[in-house]
């Protein structure tokens, strides 16, 4: 049961990554293409004609079950030239790889032509017939050619590939390539099983022993081929998808540091949104991730002439004997800071200190303060971007874990002129 699944699986996997091989098969037809693209079809085929339920219906169509294995040990040498004809034309100059090509194609056609011998007696190439078979030397002989020469087109994967991730800038190509090498080397483990159990019936001992490894190793194989093929092609759409749900966590838990800030000061957005929109990502979710950082600054660097040194103080005071990481200290200083200022501007007090008082929000390196213009995060600056957004979001996740401003507290401070901004509550913290 086992294995009737797993080759279900390899040939909808190979059949799937056949379609899905077309559009770049048809915008350009280069021999690599070709060749990858005829390497996913014979898969696919090559199992189809094992399968029990097709096995029939092909043995009317093609004449006899003996056509079925012979298409079938025909497709095997296909998808195994067709490999190492794609990694050639990777990791050799054009005309090598020409060369390599044709080389592979009589060598294996040679082969083809000798498994035709087989097709008279009914043998399948597939499997290795017993002495009680009444099958002669000469049977053995090219069964052993057979898997000898897939052997052989495995191990010549296992090189070419072990070369080409070398060479290799793409992290999903090499990735790719890398699976393929495991791929190989459980096939290349079946094809040597496969020979063992050859020279086994010719000296009369058994092997029987060894079936569940030869045929999880040559079908695991088969689909770790099959995937490490489609790596290149899926894998940077995953690690896009990874980014995109890194970047809207993100955009999400700086919102109720935007809120608080825009409400203070709601000329720091450049397109104010709607409610529906604030929680609903951007359509450049990159681009308005970035937007959010910068309008977060915007605001921040609006309340400076609310803040004054007593606040960061008391801010400091009220976290002593908390065991907190020395970041998530830094951060939650920096929320009550924020918190007193802006109960301070809400309730009307008249900022008292200007906007080099000595308490400014924290700036990140690169970042043109005075002149107000933002550089977009480029090449250069992606690194302290990145810095700079995860330290905005701790500053907001303790933001946010503040208990909601007194309304009282802040009347009594706003009442008090002269006095400042109220200083941070070590009672508004959530425990």
């Known amino acids: 049961m086992l294995y009737r699944t797993l080759e279900w699986v390899c040939m909808l996997a190979a059949a799937v990554a056949f379609c899905y091989s077309l559009p770049a098969l048809i915008r350009r037809p280069t021999s690599a293409t070709v060749a990858l693209s005829l390497y996913y079809l014979s898969s696919a085929l090559s199992y189809l ?10 043995a009317t169509v093609l004449g006899s079950s003996s056509t079925v294995y012979l298409a079938a040990a025909g497709l095997m040498i296909s998808l195994t030239v067709a490999q190492q004809v794609v990694l050639s034309h990777w990791s050799h100059p054009p005309a090598a790889a020409r060369r390599h090509s044709r080389r592979l194609l009589l060598a294996y056609g040679a082969l083809l032509a000798g498994l035709l011998l087989l097709l008279p007696s009914g043998t399948n190439p597939a499997t290795v017939p017993t002495s009680k078979e009444g099958q002669g030397a000469f049977t053995l002989l090219l069964v052993g050619c057979y898997f000898l020469g897939c052997g052989v087109g495995q191990w010549e994967t296992v090189r070419l590939s072990l070369r080409y991730a070398n060479l290799a800038e793409r992290p999903w190509l090499r990735r790719g390539m890398w699976t393929v090498v495991a791929g190989a080397v459980l096939v290349l483990t079946y094809c040597a099983l496969r020979l063992i159990e050859v020279i086994g019936v010719s000296m009369s001992f058994s092997v029987g022993r060894w079936d569940t490894l030869r045929w999880l190793s040559g079908d695991i194989g088969s689909f770790l081929e099959i995937v490490g093929w489609t790596v290149p092609a899926w894998g940077p759409r995953l690690s896009a998808a990874r980014r995109w749900a890194s970047a809207y966590r993100q955009y999400r838990r700086l919102r109720p540091l935007w ?65 907190l990481p020395a970041g998530r200290r830094r951060a939650m200083e920096e929320a009550l800071i924020l918190r007193a200022t802006l109960r301070a501007k809400d309730a009307g007090a008249a900022p008292p200190f200007g906007p080099r008082s000595g308490c400014a929000p924290p700036a990140p390196a690169g970042r043109h303060e005075e002149s107000g213009h933002h550089e977009e995060p480029g090449r250069h600056g992606e690194e302290e971007h990145c810095g700079e957004t995860a330290w905005l979001v701790a500053v907001a996740e303790a933001f946010a874990a503040l208990k909601p401003a007194s309304p009282r507290t802040s009347r009594d401070a706003a009442s008090r002129p002269g006095t400042g901004p109220p200083a941070a509550s070590d009672s508004t913290v959530r425990q």
């Open 49 to 58: 004609a094992g399968l029990e339920p097709f096995v029939p219906y092909l």
């Open 259 to 323: 809120e608080a800030l825009y409400r203070a000061t709601p000329d720091i957005a450049l397109d104010p949104p709607g409610r529906l929109a604030q929680r609903m990502p951007p359509r450049d979710l990159e681009l308005g991730l970035y937007r959010r950082v910068i309008e977060i600054q915007d605001g921040w660097m609006a309340l400076r002439p609310y803040t004054c040194p007593a606040v960061a103080a008391a801010a400091r005071r009220n976290l002593e004997g908390r065991r």
